[in-house]
Nanobody
Framework: QVQLVESGGGLVQPGGSLKLTCATSGSTVSLYSMGWYRQAPGKQRELVATITKTGSRNYADSMSGRFTISRDNAENTVYLQMHSLKPEDTAVYYC???????????????WGQGTQVTVSL
């Protein structure tokens, strides 16, 4: 069973950048499709980006072009590079994993505890 720990969140000004990290343990990350999801206050959790075991990427429309998901199987780590951040990107960002071929829109079987991203002046 894989364990996920997110880090890298914080306070950033509009237009700024952050890089989130999802460190995995307990299993080899190459066995999993991975994804980033977020939940803003009062809203449902939504998909941000996913990456399959073979590296195929998928992004939510509002993040495409601004966010990049990547994985380093040797380091058992998944990243989310975020640029041109907007106040509406403020949310708790979660990492998720599943053994399926591709992550579902609602996420996978395993979840981290989340990391807060706040975009504000």
């Amino acid at each position: 069973q894989v364990q996920l720990v997110e880090s890298g969140g914080g306070l950033v000004q509009p237009g700024g950048s952050l890089k989130l990290t999802c460190a995995t343990s307990g299993s080899t990350v190459s066995l999993y499709s991975m994804g980033w999801y977020r939940q803003a206050p009062g809203k449902q959790r939504e998909l941000v980006a996913t990456i399959t075991k073979t590296g195929s990427r998928n992004y939510a429309d509002s993040m495409s072009g601004r966010f990049t998901i990547s994985r380093d199987n040797a380091e058992n780590t998944v990243y989310l590079q975020m640029h041109s951040l907007k106040p509406e990107d403020t949310a708790v960002y979660y990492c998720s994993a599943d053994e399926v071929l591709a992550m579902a829109t609602e996420g996978g079987q395993y979840w981290g505890q989340g990391t807060q991203v706040t975009v504000s002046l």
